[in-house]
């Protein structure tokens, strides 16, 4: 499966993220000649346990997650980022986890937008939306490089390419910028080789840096 | 959701299944070897106590594990009526962590098994599916290597077939019929209903195996 980096739109200090935002990330990539090929939509779940008895809560994990992606419409993927363990599954394992009782969703988020195909790379922009709400909490983008499959390998023209995108969104002087978190993956017991798997771990960590910053601006 | 039937057999009448099987399905057999783990949520956990089962695979070159959840059996006079047990069945394949995962979720292992023989997969107006299997008990956490026989001499069979809500007659009647056939040697009936073995098991068995399995049924 070809080598994917998620981005997330980190505004700088003072400055929220926005619907326009978004808007100028799209019409960078058209600019740099990005062909649209259509929309896209990944759906994460935040877990949290049912608790007969809630003075055990830290004995159950805070960040349980379950994404599912626009590639693996048939895959379903938990994420406990703490302790570093990732599955996949089949979709059904969700209706499992409705059945057991024992964890329920409690918060539910979109991502979603535009595909676009600029040479070898496949380039996702989306908005993270609550399921029930247009009120956009934050952006994504997916880059995608479809020649390779190993992260080492693809790093330097992965590199390469944020710089040339970089250097194009910066001309549109918006307030942050789109930062690439790396990882540890053997920590999560995934190799070289990139997987739907990988994108999971991906995800989680962008949803624990946005929620960081959120909290941060609060604070 | 699935139908069901269960029964069980004295080893010594096991090879003359296999050779009655082979004739019914007309399908290659394939190999069993499943480790089979129960996983029981801890104390507080869950708005009910839950349990969830975690089987792996270990014929494969690279174990596959799957997750499955069994529901309740269908209850009234119409489940009544019928002769092979109707429950909701989910599964789903998972990648090999997921009892890890569990664990972590708060789940803990209540027992595990591990089934070894053999399984018959099949179409017969539904899915069917057979095993004969004996079901070992392992002394130590995951020893499986260590495995002995829960019950030595005897082995179960199990015949299932999944079904919707829309087909389950139609599925539980070809489970039924099929079963029919196997009745000289093995009684099939819903789990946990046991009806012992077939006492006339041993003549068929001599007869199947005297026949050298060549007499197509």
């Keep these: 499966m070809p080598v994917k980096w998620v981005l997330h739109w980190q505004p700088n200090q003072g400055s929220t993220v926005s619907s326009q935002i978004l808007n100028e990330a799209t019409q960078c990539v058209e600019s740099i000649n990005g062909v649209k090929e259509g929309r896209w939509k990944a759906t994460l779940n935040y877990y949290k346990p049912l608790l007969r008895d809630q003075t055990n809560q830290a004995e159950f994990p805070r960040d349980f997650l379950g994404i599912s992606l626009a590639d693996q419409p048939n895959k379903y993927y938990f994420i406990i980022r703490s302790q570093r363990i990732v599955l996949e599954a089949d979709s059904s394992i969700q209706l499992i986890m409705e059945r057991l009782q024992s964890y329920k969703s409690k918060v539910a988020l979109y991502f979603e937008g535009f595909q676009y195909q600029l040479g070898d790379f496949r380039l996702r922009v989306g908005k993270v939306v609550p399921t029930h709400s247009e009120n956009v909490r934050g952006i994504v983008m997916e880059v995608e490089y479809l020649p390779i499959s190993s992260m080492e390998k693809s790093r330097k023209v992965m590199e390469e390419f944020l710089e040339i995108w970089h250097e194009a969104l910066s001309k549109r002087s918006l307030p942050g910028k789109f930062v690439n978190i790396d990882l540890n993956f053997g920590e999560f017991g995934l190799g070289d080789n990139y997987t739907p798997q990988h994108t999971a771990v991906r995800y989680a960590l962008v949803m624990a840096h946005m929620i960081a910053t959120v909290q941060a601006v609060r604070g | ?217």
């Excluded at chain 2, 494969?60 to 059996?73: E, F, I, L, M």
């Excluded at chain 2, 997969?121 to 057979?130: D, E, G, K, L, P």
């Design chain 2, 1 to 217: 959701m699935e139908c069901v039937v269960q029964g069980i057999i004295e080893t010594q009448h096991v090879e003359a299944l296999e050779i009655l099987l082979q004739g019914l399905c007309g399908v290659q057999r394939e190999r069993l070897r499943v480790h089979e783990l129960c996983l029981k949520s801890g104390p507080s956990l869950g708005v009910v106590p839950s349990e969830v089962r975690l089987l792996c695979d270990l014929d494969q070159p690279d174990p596959t594990w799957t997750v499955k959840h069994v529901g309740g059996a269908m209850r009234g006079p119409g489940a009544d009526q019928i002769s092979v047990m109707v429950r909701t069945l989910i599964e789903s394949k998972v990648s090999k962590n997921a009892l890890r995962m569990f664990y972590a979720l708060g789940y803990k292992l209540d027992h595990e098994l591990l089934k070894v023989g053999f399984a018959f997969h099949f179409q017969r107006t539904a899915n069917i599916s057979v095993s004969v299997s004996s079901v070992n008990k392992m002394p130590k956490v995951h020893a499986i290597d260590e495995a002995v026989p829960v019950t030595p001499g005897m082995q179960i069979v199990d015949v299932t077939a999944p079904a919707t809500p829309a087909n389950y007659s139609e599925v539980a009647a070809a489970v039924s019929s099929f079963c029919e056939f196997l009745a000289p040697l093995v009684h099939l009936s819903k789990p946990f209903i046991s009806t012992g073995v077939v006492p006339t098991a041993a003549a068929a068995a001599a007869s199947l195996m005297s026949d050298g399995g060549g007499t197509a049924l």
